[in-house]
């Protein structure tokens, strides 16, 4: 199964970790703050959690906007996991 590249927005400092679909956009809210990695670790882990397969982000460590990389999932797949 062919990996599945998608572009997401990050929100730090939410009171809970949530994913949202909003206008063709994946939004990420998480509880971490943008500092010492810490939110980019928290997306990695619950997006991993969530989808079974290992995520990386690619582009994006330092910025709201983010490329995620998430192995063997197809779209679809991924989509009705939300």
Do not use: W
């Given at each position: ?5 998608i ?28 500092e010492q ?5 928290e ?9 079974g ?9 330092r ?20």
């Amino acid at each position: 199964m062919p990996n599945l590249t998608i572009e997401i927005k990050a929100i730090p400092n939410s009171p809970l970790f949530r994913i949202e679909k909003k206008n063709n956009q994946v939004i990420i809210h998480c509880k971490s703050p943008p500092e010492q990695n810490k939110a980019n670790l928290e997306i990695v882990k619950e997006l991993g959690r969530l989808t079974g397969s290992r995520v990386k982000i690619v582009k994006g460590l330092r910025s709201k906007r983010k490329t995620i990389v998430i192995d063997d999932i197809s779209e679809e797949e991924f989509l009705k996991k939300l």
